[in-house]
T-cell receptor
Protein backbone atom coordinates (compact mmCIF):
# COMPACT_ATOMS: atom_id res chain seq x y z
CA UNK A 1 0.00 0.00 0.00
CA UNK A 2 2.99 2.32 0.40
CA UNK A 3 2.73 5.06 -2.20
CA UNK A 4 6.42 5.96 -2.43
CA UNK A 5 8.95 3.52 -1.07
CA UNK A 6 12.71 3.72 -0.74
CA UNK A 7 15.37 1.14 -0.01
CA UNK A 8 17.43 0.89 2.02
CA UNK A 9 16.22 2.92 4.98
CA UNK A 10 19.73 3.17 6.39
CA UNK A 11 23.01 3.00 4.51
CA UNK A 12 26.42 3.14 6.13
CA UNK A 13 29.43 3.02 3.86
CA UNK A 14 33.00 4.18 3.53
CA UNK A 15 34.43 7.07 1.57
CA UNK A 16 35.18 6.26 -2.03
CA UNK A 17 32.53 3.59 -2.40
CA UNK A 18 29.73 3.62 -4.97
CA UNK A 19 26.18 3.09 -3.76
CA UNK A 20 22.61 3.20 -5.01
CA UNK A 21 19.31 4.09 -3.39
CA UNK A 22 16.15 2.73 -4.94
CA UNK A 23 12.79 4.46 -5.19
CA UNK A 24 9.47 3.15 -6.41
CA UNK A 25 6.06 4.78 -6.62
CA UNK A 26 2.78 3.00 -7.23
CA UNK A 27 0.71 6.12 -7.81
CA UNK A 28 0.98 6.17 -11.58
CA UNK A 29 2.72 9.55 -11.43
CA UNK A 30 4.70 10.91 -14.34
CA UNK A 31 7.36 12.77 -12.41
CA UNK A 32 9.80 11.75 -9.72
CA UNK A 33 12.27 13.71 -7.64
CA UNK A 34 15.26 13.32 -5.39
CA UNK A 35 15.89 15.63 -2.44
CA UNK A 36 18.76 15.87 0.03
CA UNK A 37 18.15 16.95 3.62
CA UNK A 38 21.28 17.92 5.50
CA UNK A 39 21.94 17.96 9.23
CA UNK A 40 20.34 21.39 9.55
CA UNK A 41 17.11 19.96 8.09
CA UNK A 42 17.43 22.06 4.96
CA UNK A 43 15.70 20.17 2.13
CA UNK A 44 17.24 20.73 -1.31
CA UNK A 45 16.02 19.41 -4.61
CA UNK A 46 18.59 17.43 -6.56
CA UNK A 47 16.72 16.18 -9.61
CA UNK A 48 13.28 16.15 -11.14
CA UNK A 49 12.63 13.62 -13.88
CA UNK A 50 9.83 12.48 -16.13
CA UNK A 51 9.87 10.52 -19.36
CA UNK A 52 10.63 13.68 -21.29
CA UNK A 53 13.03 15.69 -19.28
CA UNK A 54 15.67 15.50 -16.60
CA UNK A 55 16.17 18.70 -14.68
CA UNK A 56 19.30 18.80 -12.61
CA UNK A 57 20.03 21.25 -9.85
CA UNK A 58 23.29 22.76 -10.99
CA UNK A 59 24.78 22.50 -7.51
CA UNK A 60 24.59 18.71 -7.56
CA UNK A 61 27.99 17.08 -8.23
CA UNK A 62 28.14 14.83 -11.26
CA UNK A 63 28.98 11.96 -8.92
CA UNK A 64 25.23 11.79 -8.42
CA UNK A 65 23.17 10.33 -11.24
CA UNK A 66 19.51 9.37 -11.44
CA UNK A 67 18.59 6.21 -13.30
CA UNK A 68 15.03 5.41 -14.32
CA UNK A 69 14.36 1.89 -15.63
CA UNK A 70 10.66 2.76 -15.99
CA UNK A 71 8.13 5.39 -15.02
CA UNK A 72 7.58 3.92 -11.56
CA UNK A 73 11.23 3.87 -10.53
CA UNK A 74 13.91 6.49 -10.08
CA UNK A 75 17.09 5.23 -8.48
CA UNK A 76 19.92 7.43 -7.24
CA UNK A 77 23.43 6.29 -7.93
CA UNK A 78 26.34 7.93 -6.12
CA UNK A 79 29.96 7.43 -7.14
CA UNK A 80 33.04 8.00 -5.01
CA UNK A 81 31.14 8.83 -1.84
CA UNK A 82 32.43 11.69 0.31
CA UNK A 83 31.88 12.59 3.95
CA UNK A 84 29.73 15.54 2.91
CA UNK A 85 27.29 13.22 1.20
CA UNK A 86 26.06 12.10 4.60
CA UNK A 87 22.42 13.19 4.78
CA UNK A 88 18.88 11.91 4.48
CA UNK A 89 17.77 11.44 0.88
CA UNK A 90 14.10 11.62 -0.01
CA UNK A 91 12.39 10.45 -3.15
CA UNK A 92 9.08 12.02 -4.20
CA UNK A 93 6.61 11.85 -7.05
CA UNK A 94 3.83 13.96 -8.55
CA UNK A 95 1.45 13.90 -11.50
CA UNK A 96 3.50 16.19 -13.67
CA UNK A 97 6.56 18.38 -13.35
CA UNK A 98 5.14 21.85 -13.50
CA UNK A 99 1.47 21.60 -12.80
CA UNK A 100 -0.46 22.25 -9.66
CA UNK A 101 -0.02 18.91 -8.01
CA UNK A 102 1.26 17.98 -4.61
CA UNK A 103 4.29 15.79 -4.16
CA UNK A 104 4.27 12.50 -2.30
CA UNK A 105 7.41 11.72 -0.36
CA UNK A 106 9.08 8.48 0.54
CA UNK A 107 10.24 7.73 4.10
CA UNK A 108 13.84 8.70 3.39
CA UNK A 109 17.21 6.95 3.32
CA UNK A 110 19.73 7.98 5.92
CA UNK A 111 23.17 7.77 4.34
CA UNK A 112 26.22 7.85 6.58
CA UNK A 113 29.65 8.02 4.99
CA UNK A 114 32.57 7.19 7.26
CA UNK B 1 12.57 28.11 -9.05
CA UNK B 2 12.11 30.02 -5.86
CA UNK B 3 12.23 29.44 -2.16
CA UNK B 4 9.72 30.13 0.52
CA UNK B 5 10.90 31.50 3.81
CA UNK B 6 9.00 30.47 6.91
CA UNK B 7 8.59 32.55 10.02
CA UNK B 8 9.02 32.00 12.92
CA UNK B 9 11.79 29.41 12.85
CA UNK B 10 10.44 27.86 16.02
CA UNK B 11 7.12 28.05 17.83
CA UNK B 12 6.14 26.54 21.14
CA UNK B 13 2.51 26.50 22.32
CA UNK B 14 0.21 24.66 24.68
CA UNK B 15 -2.24 22.05 23.49
CA UNK B 16 -5.53 23.67 22.52
CA UNK B 17 -3.96 26.94 21.40
CA UNK B 18 -3.81 28.09 17.81
CA UNK B 19 -0.54 28.11 15.87
CA UNK B 20 0.17 30.55 13.05
CA UNK B 21 3.10 30.19 10.68
CA UNK B 22 4.00 32.61 7.92
CA UNK B 23 5.68 32.23 4.57
CA UNK B 24 7.13 34.82 2.22
CA UNK B 25 8.35 34.38 -1.34
CA UNK B 26 9.80 36.59 -4.04
CA UNK B 27 8.42 35.95 -7.52
CA UNK B 28 5.10 35.10 -9.17
CA UNK B 29 3.68 31.69 -8.41
CA UNK B 30 1.33 29.09 -9.85
CA UNK B 31 0.46 27.82 -6.41
CA UNK B 32 1.83 27.53 -2.90
CA UNK B 33 1.95 24.31 -0.93
CA UNK B 34 2.34 23.53 2.76
CA UNK B 35 3.95 20.34 4.05
CA UNK B 36 4.55 18.80 7.45
CA UNK B 37 7.54 16.70 8.48
CA UNK B 38 7.53 14.65 11.64
CA UNK B 39 10.94 13.89 13.08
CA UNK B 40 12.72 11.22 11.06
CA UNK B 41 9.98 11.00 8.45
CA UNK B 42 9.28 12.18 4.92
CA UNK B 43 7.21 15.26 4.15
CA UNK B 44 3.45 15.01 4.08
CA UNK B 45 1.41 17.33 1.88
CA UNK B 46 -1.15 19.42 3.82
CA UNK B 47 -2.71 21.99 1.51
CA UNK B 48 -2.22 23.44 -1.96
CA UNK B 49 -3.56 26.94 -2.60
CA UNK B 50 -3.62 28.30 -6.14
CA UNK B 51 -2.58 31.80 -7.05
CA UNK B 52 -6.17 32.86 -7.72
CA UNK B 53 -7.37 31.65 -4.31
CA UNK B 54 -7.22 33.70 -1.14
CA UNK B 55 -8.15 31.18 1.53
CA UNK B 56 -8.47 27.45 1.87
CA UNK B 57 -9.52 25.14 4.69
CA UNK B 58 -8.80 21.53 5.49
CA UNK B 59 -10.00 20.26 8.86
CA UNK B 60 -8.22 22.30 11.53
CA UNK B 61 -5.95 23.91 8.94
CA UNK B 62 -6.56 27.27 7.35
CA UNK B 63 -4.25 28.71 4.71
CA UNK B 64 -4.35 32.23 3.35
CA UNK B 65 -2.53 33.64 0.34
CA UNK B 66 -1.85 37.28 -0.44
CA UNK B 67 -0.17 37.48 -3.83
CA UNK B 68 0.18 41.26 -3.61
CA UNK B 69 2.33 40.86 -0.51
CA UNK B 70 3.83 37.57 -1.72
CA UNK B 71 2.97 35.91 1.55
CA UNK B 72 0.97 33.03 2.95
CA UNK B 73 0.01 31.88 6.41
CA UNK B 74 -0.88 28.51 7.89
CA UNK B 75 -3.17 28.45 10.91
CA UNK B 76 -3.63 25.31 12.96
CA UNK B 77 -6.56 25.63 15.30
CA UNK B 78 -7.02 23.76 18.58
CA UNK B 79 -3.54 22.29 18.34
CA UNK B 80 -2.72 18.81 19.59
CA UNK B 81 0.52 17.23 20.75
CA UNK B 82 0.46 15.19 17.53
CA UNK B 83 0.81 18.44 15.54
CA UNK B 84 4.39 18.70 16.80
CA UNK B 85 6.46 18.72 13.62
CA UNK B 86 8.28 20.99 11.20
CA UNK B 87 6.13 22.85 8.69
CA UNK B 88 7.38 23.96 5.29
CA UNK B 89 5.91 26.18 2.63
CA UNK B 90 6.84 25.63 -1.00
CA UNK B 91 5.91 28.15 -3.68
CA UNK B 92 5.61 26.59 -7.11
CA UNK B 93 6.22 28.43 -10.37
CA UNK B 94 5.20 27.50 -13.90
CA UNK B 95 6.81 24.51 -15.60
CA UNK B 96 10.36 23.27 -16.05
CA UNK B 97 12.69 24.10 -13.20
CA UNK B 98 10.23 26.79 -12.13
CA UNK B 99 7.84 23.97 -11.31
CA UNK B 100 10.20 22.52 -8.74
CA UNK B 101 9.34 22.96 -5.09
CA UNK B 102 12.06 24.78 -3.19
CA UNK B 103 11.67 24.32 0.53
CA UNK B 104 12.81 26.78 3.16
CA UNK B 105 14.12 25.88 6.58
CA UNK B 106 10.66 25.44 7.98
CA UNK B 107 8.95 26.34 11.22
CA UNK B 108 9.51 23.88 14.03
CA UNK B 109 6.28 23.64 16.00
CA UNK B 110 6.22 22.16 19.47
CA UNK B 111 2.83 21.56 21.07
CA UNK B 112 3.04 20.81 24.77
CA UNK B 113 0.37 18.66 26.38
Amino acid sequence: DTAVSQTPKYLVTQMGNDKSIKCEQNLGHDTMYWYKQDSKKFLKIMFSYNNKELIINETVPNRFSPKSPDKAHLNLHINSLELGDSAVYFCASSHDPGGSYEQYFGPGTRLTVT
Amino acid sequence: SQQGEEDPQALSIQEGENATMNCSYKTSINNLQWYRQNSGRGLVHLILIRSNEREKHSGRLRVTLDTSKKSSSLLITASRAADTASYFCAPQGYGGSQGNLIFGKGTKLSVKP
